[in-house]
C-alpha cells in the first residue's frame, strides 16, 4: 500500500470512531427476544429465528460497511432460487443455522450476524458475527420472502421471527387446522385477540421445513396475514418492530394456553361474535369480517 493509501486509510479510522456494537438497540433487541422466547419455552434447542431489516445509516455507526468478511451463498437445506431483487443491499441481523435462542444473550457474536444482500442477488455478505465460521437461518429463504411479501403490504416491516410455541402447537394436535375456524376459536379465547390480529391468522399444511417452496408458501400467506402457522411445526410473525412481532406471536400463544386449558372441560360462557364487533369498532381495526358468524 503506498504513502497516499496510508494516510487516506488513516484520516478515514480518525474522522469515524466506530461504536462498540453489542451495545447497538438492534442487537440488544435480538438478545432480548431470543432469551424471552427460550425462557418461554418456544424455542428449544436450535428450534426459532428472527430476521431484522436494519436502517444503514444506523448500522454505520456500528460497523465500516466497506469491509466485507466473506460472502454466503443464500440457502435454505437447498441451494436457493428465488428471486431477492427487491432486497438487494439491504442489510439484517438475523439468528445464525443450528445456534441455540438459550445462547444468544451471552455469545451474540457467534449466534447472530449482519448480513448484506449481495448485488448479484445470489449470496449475502457478511458484515458482522458468525465469528465460528457459522451462517444465517435455513429458515432465511422462507424470512426473505416474507419480508419480500409484507413489504409490499406495508412499507414499513422489518421483522420476520419463527418460533414453536407449545400451546398453539398443541392446539394444531385436536384443533381443525382451517384459517376461519382457527383464527375464530382464537379470537374467542382473549377478549384483546381480535385487536392484537383483526387480520387472522394464515395456516400452511405440514410441509418439508427450510425449503423454497415453503419459503414461497409462507411469502403467499404473508400478502393476507402477519402471521401463518406452520401446521405441527411451529408459527412465522412479522411486523414493523420487534415488539410488535413478538406481540403478534405472544397473543395467539397464550389464546391457545386457554384453549388447551379449556377445550376438554364443557364450555359455559364465550366471547360472541356481536362483543368482537363491538371491540373492532371501538378500537377502529380492520377485521377479517369473513371470519366472523355474524346474522
Ligand atoms: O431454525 O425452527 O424451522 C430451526 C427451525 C427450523
Ligand atoms: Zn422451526
New binding site residues.
Given amino acids: 500500500m503506498g504513502f497516499m493509501d496510508d494516510l487516506k486509510k488513516a484520516g478515514k479510522n480518525l474522522s469515524r470512531a466506530l461504536k462498540d456494537i453489542t451495545g447497538a438497540p438492534f442487537v440488544k433487541e435480538m438478545c432480548g427476544t431470543a432469551a424471552n422466547m427460550y425462557r418461554l419455552g418456544w424455542d428449544e434447542r436450535?428450534?426459532?429465528?428472527i430476521s431484522y431489516l436494519l436502517d444503514e445509516k444506523e448500522v454505520t455507526e456500528y460497523i465500516d460497511l466497506n469491509e466485507v468478511i466473506r460472502t454466503i451463498p443464500l440457502m435454505g437445506v437447498n441451494a436457493a432460487d428465488f428471486d431477492v431483487t427487491p432486497l438487494i443491499g439491504k442489510i439484517f441481523i438475523v439468528t445464525g443455522?443450528g445456534k441455540y435462542f438459550k445462547n444468544v444473550e451471552d455469545d451474540p457474536e457467534n449466534n447472530l450476524g449482519i448480513v448484506r444482500i449481495a448485488a448479484d442477488g445470489k449470496g449475502v455478505e457478511l458484515l458482522w458475527g458468525f465469528a465460528d465460521g457459522g451462517r444465517p437461518?435455513?429458515?432465511f429463504p422462507a424470512h426473505l420472502m416474507s419480508h419480500m411479501a409484507r413489504l409490499k403490504v406495508d412499507p414499513e416491516n422489518r421483522v420476520v421471527m419463527?418460533s414453536?410455541p407449545t400451546n398453539t402447537l398443541a392446539m394444531n394436535f385436536v384443533h381443525e387446522l382451517d384459517e376461519k375456524k382457527f383464527t375464530h376459536t382464537l379470537w374467542e379465547m382473549c377478549t384483546e385477540c381480535i385487536v392484537v390480529f383483526p387480520d387472522g391468522v394464515g395456516i400452511l399444511p405440514w410441509m418439508l421445513?427450510?425449503t423454497d417452496e415453503i419459503g414461497r408458501a409462507t411469502a403467499k400467506k404473508m400478502e393476507e396475514f402477519r402471521l401463518v402457522v406452520w401446521a405441527m411445526?411451529?408459527i412465522y410473525g412479522a411486523g414493523k418492530t420487534m415488539d410488535e412481532t413478538f406481540g403478534l406471536i405472544e397473543t395467539v400463544e397464550k389464546a391457545a394456553q386457554i384453549y388447551m386449558l379449556t377445550a376438554h372441560l364443557p364450555r359455559v360462557n364465550t366471547i360472541k361474535d356481536e362483543e368482537m364487533l363491538q371491540l373492532v369498532e371501538l378500537f377502529k381495526v380492520k377485521c377479517r369480517k369473513d371470519f366472523l358468524n355474524l346474522k
Fill in positions: 436450535n428450534g426459532g429465528n443455522t437461518t435455513s429458515e419463527h414453536h421445513c427450510g411445526h411451529g
